[in-house]
């Protein structure tokens, strides 16, 4: 017989100095998006989903900034790789 499960509460949690990494900002360009592309970008941390237009400055949350910065450099890492497979 199946059991009922409990629901997992996952709690926002502040680092060891205080600060909300969801309260600083950072600013970033995205490229301008090529003919046939979608003008945003869509990136989300935990749940927090946010809509990002290409080609103008815009200021997000310190967390959505680093994915998309880690998201450049796999994408970076890929082209290198495929780059370097096709030679």
Known sequence: MATKKEALVVEDVKPANG???WQEKVTIKLDKALPGEDNYVIASVNGRVFK????VMVDVPKPIAEVI??????E??????????AN
């Open 19 to 21: 600060k909300d990494p």
């Open 69 to 74: 910065e880690h998201s450049r450099e796999a």
């Open 52 to 55: 990002i237009k290409k080609g």
């Open 76 to 85: 970076e890492a890929a082209d290198m790789y495929i780059e370097r497979k």
